[in-house]
C-alpha cells in the first residue's frame, strides 16, 4: 500500500486530456512539493513536473502539475501515442523521515 | 555528457552481499546529493537511500536500515550501495539518481539505467 494513491491508469484518445491524481496526507503532500515523473517501457524515470507545477527544460508545455492541499495533480494535453507510459508522483514524507512514490499510473492512448 | 551509469548487479544468494557502484559524468558530482531508488520488475518505485553532497548526511527506508550503506567518493565521481544480509525481497533494478533541491523539496533530476539485482537460491 502506496502511502501516495494514484490511480492505477487513465486512458484517452489521441489529441484529448488526461488528469492523474496523487493523493497524500498532512505528513507529506500538504507541507512538501511534489514531483512526477514518466517512465516509458523499458527505460529509466525521466523527471516531468518539480516544485509542484515547474517544467524541466526540454519538457512541452502539454504537462501541467497543480497541488493543493493534500492532493496533487499531472495534465496532460494533446495526448500522443508517445505519452502511452507509468507516471508516479513523488514527495518527501515528514513522518516516515523517507521519499515517497505513488504506484503509479498507467496511460494509454486508444 | 550528463550521465549515470551503475554497475555491480547480478545473480547473489539470500544473506550475502553485494556493492552497487553508480559512476556520474557531465556535472560537478560533490555539488549534488544522490540516492538509490529500486523498482521490482513490473512494479513501482521505492526509495531506497539518499546520501548529502559531503557524504556526512543519509537516510534510509526502513527496510534495508542495518544491512543496507550508502556512501560515496566525490573524488573519483562515484557513489555506492553496500548491500549485506541480502534477501528475495531485495531483488530489483536498483536506479542512481541525481537530486536537486533544498530542505526537504527535493527532486530526482538525473536517473541512470539502473542495474538489476536478484537475490535466489
Known amino acids: 500500500q502506496s502511502v501516495l494513491t494514484q490511480p492505477p491508469s487513465v486512458s484517452a484518445t489521441p489529441g484529448q486530456r488526461v488528469t492523474i491524481s496523487c493523493s497524500g496526507s498532512?505528513?507529506?503532500?500538504?507541507?512538501?512539493?511534489v514531483s512526477w515523473y514518466r517512465q516509458l517501457p523499458g527505460t529509466a524515470p525521466k523527471l516531468l513536473i518539480y516544485?509542484?507545477?515547474k517544467r524541466p527544460s526540454g519538457i512541452p508545455d502539454r504537462f501541467s502539475g497543480s497541488q493543493s492541499g493534500t492532493s496533487a495533480t499531472l495534465g496532460i494535453t494533446g495526448l500522443q501515442t508517445g505519452d502511452e507510459a507509468d507516471y508516479y508522483c513523488?514527495?518527501?514524507?515528514?513522518?516516515?523521515?523517507?521519499?515517497?512514490f505513488g504506484a503509479g499510473t498507467k496511460v494509454t492512448v486508444l | 555528457e550528463v550521465q549515470l551509469v551503475e554497475s555491480g548487479g547480478g545473480l547473489v544468494q539470500p544473506g550475502k552481499s553485494l556493492r552497487l557502484s553508480c559512476a556520474a559524468s557531465?556535472?560537478?558530482?560533490?555539488?549534488?546529493?544522490m540516492h538509490w531508488v529500486r523498482q521490482v520488475p513490473g512494479k513501482g518505485l521505492e526509495w531506497v537511500s539518499g546520501?548529502?553532497?559531503?557524504?556526512?548526511?543519509?537516510a534510509y527506508v526502513d527496510s534495508v536500515k542495518g544491512r543496507f550503506t550508502i556512501s560515496r567518493d566525490n573524488a573519483k565521481n562515484s557513489l555506492f550501495l553496500q548491500m549485506n544480509s541480502l534477501r528475495p525481497g531485495d531483488s530489483a533494478f536498483y536506479y542512481c539518481?541525481?537530486?536537486?533541491?533544498?530542505?526537504?523539496?527535493?527532486?530526482?533530476?538525473?536517473w541512470g539505467r539502473g542495474t538489476l539485482v536478484t537475490v535466489s537460491s
Open positions: 539518481a541525481k537530486t536537486v533541491g533544498t530542505g526537504q523539496d527535493w527532486y530526482f533530476d538525473l
Open positions: 557531465g556535472f560537478t558530482f560533490d555539488d549534488y546529493a
Open positions: 546520501i548529502s553532497w559531503n557524504g556526512y548526511t543519509t
Open positions: 498532512s505528513s507529506n503532500i500538504e507541507i512538501n512539493y
Open positions: 516544485d509542484s507545477n
Open positions: 513523488g514527495t518527501w514524507d515528514n513522518s516516515l523521515s523517507a521519499y515517497v
